[in-house]
């Protein structure tokens, strides 16, 4: 009896690394870059790591499926390397010679991304699970409504416009009035000159008297 009790645990492995096979049909590798992340409190990957790491895929399919038959046994890992990369299946509670479909445990694992990243203080980036895509982050809420920051790029618009045809009105005016300044001095100026003459040179004189004509006004008066 003893006996019978020791081979089925010695077969127990055997069957397990059997169901875990590298590139498998149902078998994901997963990298994690835990000096990458963390820098100098990066903490050592160990047989303790390696159960947490399987507790926290029990839990994640505990919630997708929402039975709570999953325990750390159900998650299967092999293949493991020292730069921490592995391999890992999920068997079905109920026959545990069966494999949980791929798209199943990608669904448990993409619900629970954010769950089995912070049980290892890793990201996305870090903690990768190969041919499943990154979580895609949450769209950063403005602090401002949408239709306030609408109104004030309006607003500005507008404003600015008014400022520009404010200025440009200012601008124009005082071009006109420089134009109607120079005309008047060119008016002036012509008015001033005639034939060459200053007509102020000759509005600040009596005249020129012209002595030929002055005996004669002489003479005349004598008679």
Same mark, same amino acid.
């Given at each position: 009896?003893?006996?019978?009790?020791?081979?089925?645990?010695?077969?127990?492995?055997?069957?397990?690394?059997?169901?875990?096979?590298?590139?498998?049909?149902?078998?994901?590798?997963?990298?994690?870059?835990?000096?990458?992340?963390?820098?100098?409190?990066?903490?050592?990957?160990?047989?303790?790591?390696?159960?947490?790491?399987?507790?926290?895929?029990?839990?994640?399919?505990?919630?997708?499926?929402?039975?709570?038959?999953?325990?750390?046994?159900?998650?299967?890992?092999?293949?493991?390397?020292?730069?921490?990369?592995?391999?890992?299946?999920?068997? !079905?509670?109920?026959?545990?010679?069966? =494999?949980?479909?791929?798209?199943?445990?990608?669904?448990?694992?993409?619900?629970?991304?954010?769950?089995? !990243?912070?049980?290892? =203080?890793?990201?996305?980036?870090?903690?990768?699970?190969?041919?499943?895509?990154?979580?895609?982050?949450?769209?950063?809420?403005?602090?401002?409504?949408?239709?306030?920051?609408?109104?004030?790029?309006?607003?500005?618009?507008?404003?600015?416009?008014?400022?520009?045809?404010?200025?440009?009105?200012?601008?124009?005016?005082?071009?006109?009035?420089?134009?109607?300044?120079?005309?008047?001095?060119?008016?002036?100026?012509?008015?001033?000159?005639? !034939?060459?003459?200053?007509?102020?040179?000759?509005?600040?004189?009596?005249?020129? !008297?012209?002595?030929?004509?002055?005996?004669?006004?002489?003479?005349?008066?004598?008679?």
């Amino acid at each position: 009896m003893l006996a019978r009790v020791l081979l089925a645990l010695s077969l127990v492995p055997a069957l397990a690394l059997a169901l875990c096979q590298p590139d498998g049909q149902d078998a994901y590798k997963v990298r994690l870059s835990i000096k990458t992340a963390l820098g100098a409190n990066a903490y050592e990957w160990n047989e303790s790591e390696q159960f947490l790491f399987r507790a926290t895929l029990a839990f994640a399919m505990r919630k997708y499926t929402g039975q709570e038959t999953f325990n750390v046994s159900s998650v299967i890992v092999c293949d493991e390397t020292p730069r921490v990369s592995f391999w890992f299946v999920v068997t !079905n509670p109920n026959d545990t010679a069966t =494999l949980i479909p791929k798209n199943a445990v990608e669904e448990a694992i993409r619900l629970s991304r954010n769950r089995i !990243n912070s049980a290892f =203080l890793l990201s996305d980036k870090t903690l990768q699970f190969l041919g499943i895509p990154p979580t895609l982050a949450p769209p950063s809420q403005p602090s401002l409504p949408v239709w306030l920051i609408v109104f004030g790029v309006v607003m500005g618009i507008v404003t600015t416009g008014i400022l520009a045809l404010i200025i440009s009105g200012f601008i124009q005016r005082k071009k006109k009035e420089k134009t109607i300044e120079d005309e008047d001095e060119e008016e002036k100026q012509e008015g001033i000159m005639e !034939n060459g003459i200053s007509c102020e040179t000759l509005e600040g004189k009596d005249g020129v !008297n012209n002595g030929a004509y002055s005996h004669d006004e002489d003479r005349l008066t004598q008679l």
